[in-house]
Each structure stands twice: as C-alpha cells, then as structure tokens.
C-alpha cells in the first residue's frame, strides 16, 4: 500500500503531462533562456530543476546506493521528478548520518535556492508565470516536473530526517 500511492501519484503527473503536449500546445521558452529575457519568477523555477536534483544526488552518494542507482539519479538533471519520482519510492535504501562535506553541500544549495526565491518573490511578476504556464507546453511541464520533485524532497528528508541529522543534533 505504501507504493502504490506514490506510483499513483507518480502516473496522474505522467498523464498531466502527456495529456499537454498531446493537444498540440508549443514552446519559444528554451529560446528566452538562451537570449536571457526572462522573468525572475521563470529563472527562478527553472534553475531550481537544476539545483534540487543535486541533492539527490548527494544524498544517494551519502546513502551508499549502488553505483548504478547513483547513475540513474543523474537523469534527474535531464527528466527530473519523472525520473526521480519512481527511483525514490521503488529502490530504496538505508540512510546514512549526513557526512560533514554533504550537509555543507545541501546548506549551500538551500542558500542558493532560498536567494533565488527571495530574487523571484521580490522582482518577479507571477503574472507572467501564469501566462507561461498557460500557453507554454515546457514551463507546463516545468512546473509539474517542479511540483514531484518538491514532494520527493520534502518526503525524503522529512521521513530520514532523525537519521541525516543525527550527528548535527546534541543530545542531552
């Protein structure tokens, strides 16, 4: 029962996404990126699928998966969520305390990433987010390959939290 929730909730973002870019929808956004005239609010969420598979990353190199599973979590750089969504829930493994070099690196990255939402928050227009999101089929699936990421994240930490935090934590 415990997988199949989150298989199920992994097929409908599936659907959601394929159900998209079957209508015909399109997409100029990648060509905003490279001529670098976008909105904080887009920068902001489309940087964060860059940056939020690097913790996966780290934390299945620190969790000592199998090399070959270490490999599939760097797809998450390319297919996001739609990737690490299933390899999270179907091939699990012991979590390890946080090294010292590891929570450097998750800090470092929540820094970024907190930065870049204040940036967003602050200058960017929600706005025009909406309308991309709206009439562009990649900031749709963006969005959506955003939404299973930030649920894959805030469960795995949220439910190993005792154990990565352990030697960060005083005991009394």
């Given amino acids: 029962m415990k997988r199949r929730v989150p298989l199920l909730i992994w097929i409908v973002l599936v659907m959601v996404t394929i159900n998209a870019s079957l209508n015909g929808a399109s997409s100029d956004f990648l060509n905003q990126v490279f001529s670098l005239n976008l909105d904080p609010s887009l920068w902001f969420v489309f ?91 990649f900031v749709y699936v963006m969005t959506w390959d955003f939404i299973a990421l930030i649920i894959v994240l805030f469960y795995k930490v949220a439910s190993h939290s005792p154990i990565y935090f352990s030697p960060w934590i005083k005991k009394e």
């Avoid at 750089?77 to 091939?91: C, D, K, R, T």
């Avoid at 012991?94 to 820094?111: E, N, V």
């Fill in 47 to 137: 940087n964060a699928l860059g940056l939020i598979p690097m913790y996966f990353l780290i934390l299945s190199i620190n969790d000592k998966k199998p090399w070959w599973q270490s490999m599939l979590t760097l797809l998450g750089f390319g297919l996001g969520g739609f990737v690490l969504f299933p390899l999270e829930f179907l091939f699990r493994s012991k979590p390890q305390p946080l090294k010292k070099y590891s929570f450097f690196l998750l800090g470092s990255i929540d820094i970024i990433l907190t930065l870049m939402l204040l940036w967003a928050l602050i200058f960017g227009d929600w706005s025009v987010y909406r309308q991309a999101y709206q009439s562009d089929l």
